[in-house]
């Protein structure tokens, strides 16, 4: 939507809306959503009759106005880029950086981020099916990767990507049924009992009373029966093998 800044209140900024009566703003932009830009206050970006374009977050806000955001549309070049992606796309780009929280992406063809270190962010869970302790277990910074778009977010500038979602599922693939006797290693100990590793990706539960009073720990061998597979909730319930 397009308007003109009306006037400012605290931290917001009231925007008389194309359409809106002389005098009478409907529109409100919080602070937060005003610039990517470090400001003390928006009168230093700002002035009352400057225009601007911004996109709606919220219609009917806590005083009645519709909430906006500026800074969505405060880089034309990215949030046009932003608007041209959608959920299911296939991209390519190059890790930028690599984090605990997560890992972020340069988009081929995207435009510099303002404040991030790329376009793209994959969250942790969304980097493998596989199990690892690190995000640097998966990807390093400057490998070039082929993600899918799971959606943007113009109000961050940033697009939610999956990197696991361009492999193939382990649990479409899990070659086993009730009753099944196989090996795993001990992938974890919790107090009600072991995680085994069925498959290169997929662990299922020991229960404590299935243990029979034995110990195991981390790294351990054991031999195991599949006593139940739920592939809709992916949990895999286990016993030990006699």
């Not at 709606?56 to 992606?85: I, K, N, Q």
Request: aromatic residues 6%; proline residues 5%; negative net charge.
């Amino acid at each position: 939507m397009t308007g003109a800044v009306a006037g400012f209140d605290g931290g917001d900024v009231l925007v008389l809306l194309d359409g809106d009566a002389p005098g009478l703003p409907s529109g409100r932009v919080p602070r937060h959503e005003l610039t990517w830009r470090d400001v003390q206050d928006p009168s230093d970006v700002l002035t009352v009759g400057q225009r601007i374009r911004a996109e709606v977050t919220m219609r009917g806000g806590y005083d009645g106005r519709t909430l906006l955001s500026a800074r969505a549309c405060e880089d034309e070049a990215l949030y046009g880029f932003l608007l041209g992606l959608g959920r299911g796309d296939v991209v390519a780009g190059t890790v930028s950086s690599v984090h605990r929280f997560g890992v972020f992406v340069r988009i081929d063809g995207e435009p510099r981020h303002p404040v991030y270190a790329g376009t793209g962010f994959i969250n942790v869970p969304q980097l493998s099916w596989s199990r690892f302790e690190d995000p640097a277990e998966v990807v390093v910074p400057g490998q070039r990767i082929r993600v899918e778009v799971l959606g943007p977010d113009t109000r961050r500038g940033q697009v939610a990507l999956s990197l696991k979602a361009l492999q193939d599922d382990p649990w479409e693939e899990l070659a086993v049924a009730a009753g099944d006797v196989l090996a795993g290693p001990v992938t974890k100990v919790i107090p009600f009992g072991v995680f085994v590793r069925v498959n290169e990706c997929v662990e299922g539960l020991v229960h404590s009373d299935q243990l029979g009073g034995r110990s195991a720990e981390e790294g351990q061998e054991l031999r195991v029966r599949i006593l139940e597979v739920d592939r809709a909730g992916r949990r895999i319930r286990l016993g030990l093998a006699d």
